[in-house]
Structure formats: C-alpha cells, structure tokens
C-alpha cells in the first residue's frame, strides 16, 4: 500500500481533527487543513511546521455548510499540493434536543452540518479522486451510529448512522476501483466538547485517542470502530440488544 502523502482534514481546527493533525505531521505527512476558525488553524500550523521541518501544512477557512466553499477550497488544496490522497470527512456537532421539546433549530443545525454538509465534502473529494483515479476517503462517524438513541442524541445518532450508510454506499460504488473508503466508529475520545460533559469510565484522553484514530485510517479498513477495545465488542451489543436496554443506557 503507497504512503498517503497529502492528508485533507476538515474541522481540524481543534478536537479530533487537531489530534489526527498532530499525528499525521509526525508521521512527516503534509496537510490541507480547514475549519471555520482560521486563527485557531494558523496557530496550528506554525506549530506544525516548527515542530516538523519538512511538513508542509496549508490551511484555509471554511464553513461547510457553504457547500459552494466545500468544492472550491477542494479544488484550491488540490491544486496547491498537485494530489489529495487522503480526505478526512470530520467538522461536525455533537448538540441535540429531544425530539418535539421545541429545539427544531437545534436539531437541523446537527442535521445540516453532520449529513448534508458530509455529502458535500464527499462528493467534493470523490470528484477529485475519480479525475486522479486515486484517493483515499474516510468518513468520521460515530459509535452512536449503531443504533437510534433517545433524548440528546436522537438526531446525533441518526445524522452519523446516514453518514455511514451514505461511506458504505460509495464504497460499493468504488469498490473495484483504486480508490479506498473508510468508516471510523470513534467511540468515547476527550476533546474540547466531552471536557464539559461527565467523564465516563471507557472515555479514552484526546492523543491515546487520535494514535488509535490514525493507526486505524492506516490501515484502510472498510470500517472500524476506535479504539477497538472495548468499542468493537460494544458495537455488536448496541446493535443487537433489546432497544429499552439501549435506551437506559445511553
């Protein structure tokens, strides 16, 4: 398998997308970094680059519900580098309100940003990897995708099962190409968002947890649920359980 060389992060900007950033420089990777804040990117990006000489780290502002922006900063990042090899489908929102509690607004923000603006970036990244007949997508989903979800996590939970649906219907498109499609299953990893929430006993601390995000994308497996343990396992009982067990415990 060739070293993907030049890594596309959307949502790099802190959590996740920063961790996988950090990770990647120091595998000597270069990187097309974009969020919304740019401060918070180009901060990053110098330390990127000081920390790692012979990294080139480019970064650009980007909303990803402007979907016209999503195919342009695409476009602007492989023209830049000359090949994306690898697009990381990452910005996303962890808000939601119980459904008919009157936080419509709420709900649709997760909705657009985790689903409608994902479609974007992946038809913007498979439109660059069918013209180099190359490439490497993987999508950021989540554990909370094995399954529908009660209270806060109802539209949460179904935006990232349609996100990974949506991964595996274009791995099958692809399928006997040489392009690659992933699925993370992310399970409970620290970040700027969980540190407000309560700490739970499987929650893994923010750089154990993007090594094992990175060794995973690595390895460019159709899915995988990170870290693998004890998140493979909870995986199969999500899915298979009785749904008043999963509704107490989540």
């Known amino acids: 398998m060739s070293t993907r060389q030049t890594i596309l992060i959307t949502g790099a900007s ?10 990647f420089a120091a595998m ?10 740019i401060d918070r990117l180009l901060e990053l990006k110098g330390e990127l680059e000081a920390r790692h000489p012979g990294v080139k780290v480019s970064v650009r502002s980007l909303d990803v519900n402007d979907h016209a922006q999503v195919f342009e900063v695409f476009k602007a990042f492989a023209q830049e580098f000359g090949t994306l090899d690898r697009v990381i489908v990452n910005a996303g929102l962890g808000k939601g309100q119980p459904i008919g509690k009157g936080r419509f607004d709420a709900n649709l923000q997760t909705a657009q940003t985790n689903f409608i603006a994902a479609l974007a970036q992946c038809e913007a990244a498979v439109e660059i ?3 180099q007949n190359s490439g490497h997508l993987v999508s950021i989903s989540s554990m909370s995708a094995m399954r529908g979800l009660p209270r806060n996590l109802t539209t949460y939970a179904a935006t990232k099962a349609g996100l990974a649906a949506l991964t595996e219907g274009i791995r099958a498109e692809l399928m006997h190409t040489p392009i690659r499609v992933t699925t993370i299953f992310p399970g409970y990893i620290e970040t700027e968002l969980s540190s407000k929430a309560q700490k739970t006993p499987l929650m893994v601390d923010t750089v154990s947890g993007c090594k094992a995000l990175v060794a995973a994308i690595e390895r460019e497996p159709a899915t995988a649920c990170v870290p693998a343990w004890p998140w493979t396992l909870v995986g199969w009982f999500m899915r298979n359980a009785p749904l008043a067990w ?3 415990s989540s």
């Open 129 to 131: 990897f069918r013209a």
């Open 246 to 248: 999963v509704a107490r």
């Open 14 to 23: 802190s959590g996740l997308g920063e961790g996988m950033a950090r990770q």
């Open 28 to 37: 000597g990777r270069h990187l097309a970094l974009c969020a919304r804040r």
